[in-house]
């Protein structure tokens, strides 16, 4: 690994594939993130799926990172709804909330077993860059036993840059696919979640998906999306230059250029319509095991 990527502070663990670092730049972008996914994305809205939170509920944030979502929906919410906040490192952790907010270090990959049928909602985003195909079958049975009957999950994944917008864009989705294979992710987790939901028992599954502008022709939206991807280019050097390139590009020189050259073509992609898509999803769980007796008939 080179100097300029050994700067940036990776999750290291047997178990851990998460290609982006936990660092304060990263807590800086995702600060930027949940800000624009929650208002190009979620049309301003905390939670999506159809529920109203009430005083008694327990709310789960998997994979908070610095918490954005977590401390978002506090603030709209009644105080005696509970908010547990979780994730596998505490570096970005919030450094003050509120007491219906505690923050836990825990996997979605194995939940506390005294969790099980405790939360009206479960919320998680982006972890199609940290788990694999067998982690994502094991994270979605965890969310579904801690869920409580009747309770919901929803999910935000992506993302996928447009190829046809030019050849820096094509050869960054490349890139993409290529560092999630080499860790052993799954690519394509966005097309297989929702029937990977209803095979682990959730019903009611919702999913869709927006192409969000990308760019400076865009405005302010269009900015912020580019920004945050350039972003996460950068931070993806590490795991990137960990496989040697992976036969895309040869030095950390070319690696900048090709960031610089993919967002000037983001920048001008107006006629190309500069884009990429995120999907969000929501799934619910039955009510009872009589329920679930009258689905299967």
């Given at each position: 690994m080179s100097a300029a990527s050994s700067k940036?502070?990776?999750?290291?663990?047997?178990?851990?594939?998460?290609?982006?670092?936990?660092?304060?730049?990263e807590k800086q972008r995702l600060e930027l993130q949940h800000a624009l996914i929650r208002r190009a994305l979620c049309d301003g809205k905390?939670?999506?799926?159809?529920?109203?939170?009430?005083?008694?509920?327990?709310?789960?944030?998997?994979g908070t990172g610095t918490g954005a979502w977590a401390l978002s929906?506090?603030?709209?919410?009644?105080?005696?709804?509970?908010?547990?906040?979780?994730?596998i490192q505490s570096k970005i952790f919030p450094e003050s909330f509120p007491p219906n907010v505690e923050f836990l270090l825990h996997s979605v990959t194995d939940l506390p077993s005294q969790w099980t049928d405790t939360f009206s909602l479960v919320n998680q985003r982006f972890l199609t860059g940290a788990l694999t195909g067998p982690q994502w079958e094991v994270s979605l049975e965890e969310l579904h036993?801690?869920?409580?009957?009747?309770?919901?999950?929803?999910?935000?994944?992506?993302?996928?840059?447009?190829?046809?917008?030019?050849?820096?864009?094509?050869?960054?989705?490349?890139?993409?696919?290529?560092?999630?294979?080499?860790?052993?992710?799954?690519?394509?987790?966005?097309?297989r979640l929702p029937d990977m939901l209803t095979q682990t028992g959730f019903?009611?599954?919702?999913?869709?998906?927006?192409?969000?502008?990308?760019?400076?022709w865009a405005g302010q939206d269009g900015i912020d999306f580019r920004d945050d991807l350039a972003s996460v280019l950068?931070?993806?050097?590490?795991?990137?230059?960990?496989?040697?390139?992976?036969?895309?590009v040869s030095s950390e020189q070319e690696y900048d250029d090709l960031i610089a050259c993919v967002?000037?073509?983001?920048?001008?992609?107006?006629?190309?319509?500069?884009?990429?898509?995120?999907?969000?999803?929501y799934a619910q769980k039955v009510w009872s095991l009589f329920q679930d007796a009258i689905l299967l008939n």
């Open positions: 940036r502070d990776y999750p290291s663990a047997p178990d851990v594939h998460y290609v982006l670092p936990s660092d304060a730049l905390t939670v999506l799926a159809p529920i109203i939170l009430k005083s008694g509920d327990k709310v789960l944030d998997s929906l506090a603030e709209e919410v009644p105080s005696s709804v509970s908010l547990t906040a979780i994730d036993r801690v869920i409580a009957p009747g309770g919901w999950v929803q999910l935000v994944e992506g993302i996928s840059i447009s190829r046809h917008t030019g050849p820096f864009s094509l050869k960054t989705s490349n890139l993409w696919s290529a560092i999630l294979a080499h860790r052993g992710l799954l690519v394509d987790s966005v097309e019903i009611n599954v919702w999913s869709e998906t927006r192409a969000l502008p990308l760019g400076q950068s931070a993806m050097r590490g795991p990137l230059f960990e496989g040697g390139g992976l036969g895309l967002t000037k073509e983001w920048d001008n992609g107006q006629e190309a319509s500069a884009s990429a898509e995120l999907t969000a999803i």
